[in-house]
């Protein structure tokens, strides 16, 4: 049986609705640390390196013919990532609709249209800011997430971190 909380326990409200935008924050936010532009910066020289053969890279002749299809690359690569968050966020209905709860000593409880949760601090593994949006995770990339637009105003907003500072653990 999950714990109610009281109306003294201090707990702060939320809810909203995720957007597209929002979507995709938090699908990059959960993305692991290799997949940073400056990895992916990193493997657009090596491939550089890699196609200039004997030529050394920085030949103008091979540049002229490497960083136009090095480019194309990033660009599918683009492309794919930005069709797949869209795709992924036109099969998650359930996504779409209104979600609330509060935010409290005893844990937090997440409501939505499909479904009722109640996360307890010790299920909480890592907490993590991303700009205005917190992340608290409690699996390696499944995170609950609190952007500041689903808090009523500054004061629940910090209320909120508050708790979460004092409560989960920090990563």
């Known amino acids: 049986m ?39 910066g990193a493997c657009f020289v090596w491939l550089l390196g890699i196609w200039s053969g004997t030529t050394p890279w920085y030949d103008p002749a091979t540049l002229a013919t490497n960083i136009p299809m090095a480019g194309v690359i ?30 409290g000593a005893a844990g937090i409880r997440w409501k939505t249209g499909i479904t009722e949760s109640f996360f307890s601090w010790e299920k909480i593994v890592k907490v993590r800011e991303v700009g205005d949006m917190v992340l608290l995770h409690y699996a390696p990339r499944c995170a609950l997430y609190f952007p500041r637009e689903f808090f009523a105003d500054d004061t629940m907003w910090e209320a909120f971190r508050s708790i979460v500072r004092t409560r989960a653990k920090q990563s």
């Open 2 to 40: 999950m714990p109610e909380p009281g109306a003294d326990d201090g707990s702060v409200p939320f809810g909203g609705m995720l957007t597209l935008q929002r979507f995709v924050a938090v699908q990059k936010a959960l993305l692991p640390r290799w997949s940073h532009p400056l990895v992916t």
């Open 74 to 103: 990033v660009l599918l690569v683009w492309g794919a990532t930005r069709f797949t968050y869209r795709r992924h966020w036109r099969r998650m209905v359930a996504l779409h609709g209104a979600l609330s709860g509060t935010v």
